[in-house]
């Protein structure tokens, strides 16, 4: 089976629910899609600081080149929130060709006609479905669902 291989940009409450969810649900993820997720690098500010939460500390980096520019590496989440320095990191990745999932507000409500245009550039993926409607899949139903219908207006 083939691995997805996962950074993590930030630990925090929403960092640890994604490492949580992934790492609980990789053989039911894996069986559904083909591909077994794998978290290879986690960013975070202190490698030193205790954690209530249990993850191997070979995962750490407070180095966010350790995610960026690992090749292995197909998919980055950001999970840091604010707008520095999550935008040099999101547009990093994805100028690197790796899909990026953020649920970011702040950056794609103030720099989102940059990250857009550089996904639509190269053609790549970013993931944003948590940053609207209050994580109501609506992004994917209009995408997919209603894209042989005429939108006119959203009330």
Do not use: H, W
Request: glycine share 10%.
């Amino acid at each position: 089976m083939k691995q997805i291989k996962i950074g993590l940009l930030g630990f925090g409450t929403v960092g640890q629910a994604v490492y949580k969810l992934l790492t609980e649900n990789a053989k039911n993820i894996a069986e559904r899609t083909g591909f077994l997720p794998v978290i290879e690098k986690v960013l975070v500010r202190d490698l030193k600081k205790k954690r209530s939460f249990p993850i191997d500390s070979k995962l750490l980096t407070t180095d966010p080149e350790d995610i960026l520019e690992n090749k292995e590496i197909s998919i980055v989440c950001e999970l840091m929130g604010g707008i520095k320095p999550a935008e040099e990191y999101i547009l990093s990745a994805l100028e690197k060709g790796k899909a990026v999932v953020t649920a970011n507000k702040a950056l794609l409500s103030e720099k989102g006609e940059k990250v857009f245009s550089l996904v639509n550039e190269r053609r790549l993926y970013l993931g944003f479905e948590a940053s609207v409607g209050g994580g109501i899949p609506i992004i994917k139903t209009m995408k997919e669902a209603l894209v042989g219908n005429k939108i006119k207006r959203i009330v």
